[in-house]
């Protein structure tokens, strides 16, 4: 099943708002990942945060990390056109013998100009 | 500085074909890995290497074989190609274990197989 689900799947927004989205996952990570994938591009990363941290931010994302209730959310403040992309969270768990990162299936940012 | 590569960018296969999709990256990564992504699903792992000379299955290593014989390059060859295996596929390196790692993925590569 799937370990890192965001919600929602689609967002549109005017240029100058903020955005939010927000990951649920199912079992106890060692860090969770956000990465950003402009159309028919590769994925980038935007930030990482381990599993002792509650909040990061870089530039104009700020990143939490609720253990408690397996969530986390990407807030991306004062959005441009540029922002438009799909955010994926990608959860980092020990399965075996190493860590497993599993990607979910994406949130939509529409930034409309 | 390239960062990781992707060879060809696109590719159209009948069933059947055979084929290697190459991916090389420059900044001295131990782990390689080879994703595939279909719409609504997400990234899916196919398989991935912690250092030249290893390889191991991911979550869908059915169909795909790698390569790791150089440590800047990763090969994921399809024996017989099949239409289910329509996809893109990403590449990406990291300089560890993945679950400490920020991962730097490659501009993909689209293969539709008919």
């Known amino acids: 099943s799937q370990q890192g689900e965001e919600d929602p799947q689609a967002l549109s927004i005017q240029e100058g708002e903020n955005a939010t989205m927000n990951c649920s996952y199912k079992?106890?990570?060692?860090?969770l990942q956000w990465y950003r994938q402009n159309s028919g591009r590769g994925l980038v990363h935007l930030i990482l945060?381990?599993?002792?941290?509650r909040e990061k931010h870089s530039g104009r994302l700020r990143v939490t990390l609720d253990t408690s209730k397996k969530s986390s959310s990407l807030l991306i403040t004062a959005s441009r056109a540029a922002d438009t992309a799909s955010y994926f969270c990608a959860t980092a768990a020990f399965g075996g013998s190493n860590y497993k990162l599993t990607f979910g299936k994406g949130t939509l940012l529409t930034v409309n100009p | 500085n390239a960062g990781v590569t992707q060879t060809p960018k696109f590719r159209v296969l009948k069933t059947g074909q055979s084929m290697t999709l190459l991916c090389a990256q420059d900044m001295n990564h131990e782990y390689m890995y080879w994703y595939r992504q279909d719409p609504g699903m997400g990234l899916r792992l196919i398989h991935y290497s912690v250092g030249e000379g290893t390889t191991a299955k991911g979550e869908v290593p059915d169909g795909y074989n790698v390569s790791r014989l150089k440590k800047q390059n990763f090969l994921l060859g399809l024996e017989s190609a099949a239409p289910s295996q329509t996809s893109v596929y990403f590449c990406a390196s990291s300089s560890g274990d993945y679950g400490y790692n920020e991962q730097f993925f490659g501009p993909g590569t689209r293969l539709t197989v008919l």
């Open positions: 945060i381990r599993s002792n941290e």
């Open positions: 079992t106890s990570i060692n860090n």
